[in-house]
Structure formats: C-alpha cells, structure tokens
C-alpha cells in the first residue's frame, strides 16, 4: 500500500476531477503491475496496473488507495476490469467518497466472491481525497488558506515589505502545495503590491512542476495590464474574476493577453460574490482551491466561512507597527466568544520556522451511509441533478 500511496501522491494535481489514485498488483509476493490515475478521461489506476500485470494478475492480489469504481463515468466501472483479470484479494486504503460509488464497488466485488479489506492506509489516503470528497458532495472546489506571518502576526512590515516572511525550505513547501492544487487565488492588492507570477517552482532536482489555474479577485479591474501574471508567457492559464464595474475596454486589453474574464455577481459590499466564485470553480470541475492572500480576500474568505485547510507559517521574527498588516482582514470577528475555533492542529518545522496545519471542517466525516450495490446512474446525469 505504501508503493500505491506513493504513486498516488506522483499524480496529486494532475487528473481533475478525478481523485489521483494508486494501484498495484501482487502476485506471490511479486509486483507484477502498477498504476496510477491518468488525467480524466484516461484509464483508472487499477486499469492499467491490471493490464500491465496481464495473465500474472489471475489469482493476485490488487492494492488500491481508493475503492474500484463500479459506475459508467467517462470510462468503464473498474469492478468489472478487477474480475475479469482474476483478482482475489483486494486490500483498498478508503471508500470513494463519490455518492454513485460510495461502498457499491467493495459490494459488488463481494458479491463476485473477491475477498476485500478497507483501511489500509485510510488515514494519509483520506488527507489526500479531502479535496475530491468536498466538491463531488458540494459541488465546489476544497479551499485552503495559506500565509506566512511573524511572530508577533503581521505579513508585512509598516512600509507592505515582505519578501520575505518565511524561510526557503517554507518557501519550496508552498510550491509543492502549488503543484497539487486545481487553482491558486490572489486578490488585486497582491497584484499591486507583489507583482507574483504565481507559477509552481520546484527546483530542479524534482518532477515537471504543475502550474495550477491562477486566479485574480478584481472586482474593479484595478490590476495593471503589464502585471506578471498577464504574461502571455507564462506557463498555465490565469484568469480574472470580476463583476460587470470591470470595463470593457480593460476586460477586452486582458482578453488580448489571453487571460480569461469570469464576471460574477457582487456581493453586497460590490465585491466579487464568493459563494458564485466557487460554484463556477466547481462546474468547471477545478476540485481544489488555494488562496494566497492577501489579507483582505482572507477576511472575505474567513467571514464567509468557506475555508476548509489551514497551513500557516510562522516565522520566528518580529516586525511589530500598529500598521504593519496581520493576515486576516477586515471585517473581523467583533467579541472573542465569537472567534472561529481551530481545533486538532498540527505543528511541524519547516527550515526555521514553523508549520500550523489545521482542517477547519471535515468533507467527509465518518458515516454508514454505504452502498450496498452499484448506482443505476451514469455520472452525467447524477452531476445534472446535483445543480
Ligand atoms: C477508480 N480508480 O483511478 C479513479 C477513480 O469518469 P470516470 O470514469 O473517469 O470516473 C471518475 C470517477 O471514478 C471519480 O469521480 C471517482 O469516483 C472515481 N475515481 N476510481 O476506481 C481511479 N480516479
Ligand atoms: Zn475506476
């Protein structure tokens, strides 16, 4: 399970919207194939373990970080590929979250006789499915907030200096998180002050990096057109989220530079509506969310209680000015009995400084709900009646 992990985790963030997924073959203690989930529309993991272990497979054991599908998506039910092969034993790390499987593929392979074990691994697979579990049952992307602050809470210094907050072993960790996400999100304030590129840098001794979708919060059109992110150049899309105050004239400069113009509604404040942000993410299947500040799309994403991972760094430093900016804006939480309770973090260091990670909501919480057969549905059709 630990290989099937790894080859897991070698997809994180390249097969939206599909969870990434790791499988391998054993047969009398031999790894006789391997796989792991191909951007969607390609085969499953189990699927190209299985016909890479061809004729070795009959009478194997198949392990597996998440349960066999047994519905018609864009590609056949893995159920059906796992008996056909011959498999006996499947060993599965967690259940597909997805409601058209949810337990229906452990059933039905029972139900052919396949001895089936849950649970290997389940913990380090349900870190890695959390994001997959929050939009198949929301329909919206898993948002993670990320920042990096001093030890006395400010993000910059009294003048907006801030390169940099944390150390490089902290900075090479947020480009692994960049890597794995769907989507990164700035606001415009960080555009104007920062000028970021926003791309995935993983220095050269590691993978081709993945450069997720970048996303500008801009409800005013306020982001200067020789913005970095505007670079035709860059590698990946950027698109600008906006509200009809955009003018056309700057929405038309941007299509120019190949950037992409989501107009939304406002919300009462005549910022962009988060809530329509997320719902547009989700239908244009991007499965997770990274916002990267600055403090003021924090405050909104915070207010609007739509975070659902923290990761922040802490730096062992301090800048103190009663002006210097923390990391959550406006509008704040009035009274303390009011505050959002973070409970069960985890601290790691990372370099000098240290890692707080939190998971504000769990997507998936531990239920009986368990199919005990297959969904009659097509994906499709689930999908159309979920909205
Ligand atoms: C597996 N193995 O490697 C993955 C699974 O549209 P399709 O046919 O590609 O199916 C997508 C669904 O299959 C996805 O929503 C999730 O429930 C499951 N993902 N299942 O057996 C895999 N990626
Ligand atoms: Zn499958």
């Known amino acids: 399970m630990a290989r099937a992990l790894a080859l897991a985790a070698s997809v994180a963030g ?3 919207p599909n969870p990434p997924v790791g499988a391998v073959v054993v047969r009398d203690g031999v790894t006789v194939g391997e796989g792991a989930t191909m951007p969607a529309g390609g085969p499953h993991a189990e699927v190209t373990a299985l016909s890479e272990a061809g004729d070795a497979a009959r009478g194997g054991t198949l392990y597996t970080t998440l349960e066999p599908c047994c519905h018609h998506g864009r590609t056949p039910p893995c159920t059906d590929a796992v008996l056909r092969a011959g498999i006996t034993h499947v060993i599965v790390a967690t259940r597909d979250p997805n409601p058209l499987v949810d337990g229906g593929g452990v059933a039905r392979l029972r139900d052919a006789g396949v001895a089936v074990e849950v649970g290997d691994g389940e913990e380090q697979a349900r870190q890695l499915y959390a994001p997959f579990a929050h939009w198949v049952t929301s329909g919206r992307p898993f948002v993670t907030a990320k920042y990096a602050m001093t030890l006395d809470g400010r993000i910059a210094t009294r003048t907006g200096h801030s390169r940099w907050v944390s150390g490089p072993e902290a900075r090479r960790l ?3 998180w960049r890597d794995t996400h769907d989507a990164i999100l700035v606001g415009v304030g960080t555009v104007i002050a920062d000028d970021p590129s926003l791309t995935t840098r993983l220095g050269n001794t590691e993978r081709e990096p993945h450069h997720p979708l970048r996303i500008v919060l801009d409800s005013g059109g306020r982001a200067p057109l020789g913005a970095r992110l505007f670079d035709p150049a860059l590698p990946g899309e950027t698109w ?3 509200t009809d105050r955009m003018s056309t004239d700057h929405a038309a400069a941007l299509f120019e530079r190949g950037v992409t113009v989501l107009t939304l509604p ?3 404040d005549g910022r962009v509506a ?3 942000l997320l719902d547009a993410l989700g239908e244009r299947e991007r499965t997770s969310l990274l916002v990267e500040g600055g403090s003021a799309v924090l405050g909104a ?3 609007a209680r739509l975070v659902q991972r923290l990761r922040v760094f802490i730096a062992p430093k301090i800048v103190g000015g009663a002006r210097a900016p923390g990391p959550i804006g406006d509008p704040g939480i009035a009274t303390m009995d009011g505050a959002i309770a973070i409970e069960g973090a985890g601290m790691d260091t990372v370099g000098a400084d ?7 909501y769990d997507p998936w919480p ?6 005990d057969e297959c969904s009659p549905v097509s994906s499709k059709s689930w999908a159309a009646s979920a909205r």
């Open 274 to 276: 988060l809530p329509a």
């Open 174 to 176: 947020a480009h692994r």
């Open 366 to 371: 531990p239920h009986e709900r368990t199919r």
């Open 240 to 242: 600008v989220a906006t």
């Open 354 to 360: 240290w890692l707080i990670r939190a998971e504000l």
């Open 266 to 268: 406002e919300d009462p």
């Open 301 to 303: 994403f915070f207010a």
């Open 14 to 16: 390249r097969t939206r």
